[in-house]
């Protein structure tokens, strides 16, 4: 079964350095999103990704975040000057037919220190 | 009002049991419903849609109330692997996709032998 991929599973890093988080959504899904997760707290939209540009995007993705699609297969998101508050867990999924269903990835861990 | 509203629980109950989560949203405009499943620490994966005449898969039932913006989920004769956190979640639909998705914080279900 077609499944997303996130890479790397933690990272750790100190704040004010830049992270790039990566997801290879599943080969025909047209659609893709980042939430994100704080320890203990619900899932949070930060961002959704169609036809090369965003399409929609939550309060949280302020201009520290930004996301690309750099070539065919990988779509990644990356925070510029990381904050401690930053420290979350971040989901990939990807949206696509048969069934308009939104597919998570395992996830990246990441502790800004 | 918060946007998906869980009990958090934990529920904790005997192996067999029929136990059920309720979940209220705030968005009258809301056009897709569904409870996912997250075990600790790991991504959230769809458990079924819901659908305003009710559905079932095997030993779970899922009930809409878009009067009410009631959700509610079913599992009977539960199981030790039933135990994780239940999300409730809904969308506004945008276009052709499913949209960003909102998480309630969910509910917490533990079974023991």
């Known amino acids: 079964e077609p499944e997303v991929t996130q890479t790397p599973s933690h990272q750790v890093t100190q704040m004010g350095q830049e992270v790039i988080l990566r997801c290879v959504p599943i080969s025909n899904h047209l659609y893709f999103y980042w939430y994100r997760q704080i320890l203990g707290q619900k899932v949070e939209f930060l961002v959704s990704f169609y036809n090369n540009e965003i399409s929609e995007k939550s309060e949280i993705f302020d201009d520290q975040f930004s996301v690309e699609r750099p070539d065919g297969s990988n779509f990644t998101l990356k925070i510029r000057s990381t904050k401690l508050e930053d420290s979350a867990m971040y989901f990939c999924?990807?949206?696509?037919?048969?069934?308009?269903?939104?597919?998570f990835g395992p996830g990246t861990r990441l502790l800004v220190l | 009002r918060k946007e998906v509203e869980q009990d958090p629980g934990p529920f904790n109950v005997p192996e067999g049991a029929t136990v059920a989560f309720n979940c209220t949203y705030s968005n009258s405009a809301s056009q897709s419903f569904f409870w996912y499943r997250q075990d600790c620490r790991k991504e959230p994966k769809l458990l079924m849609s819901?659908?305003?005449s009710g559905n079932e898969d095997g030993r779970f039932t899922a009930q809409l109330n878009r009067a009410s913006q009631y959700i509610s989920l079913l599992i009977r004769d539960s199981k030790l692997s039933d135990s994780a956190t239940y999300l409730c979640v809904v969308n506004k639909g945008n276009g052709g996709s499913q949209g960003n998705l909102i998480f309630g914080k969910g509910t917490k279900l533990s079974v023991k032998p």
């Open positions: 819901v659908y305003s």
């Open positions: 999924a990807s949206e696509g037919p048969p069934q308009e269903t939104q597919y």
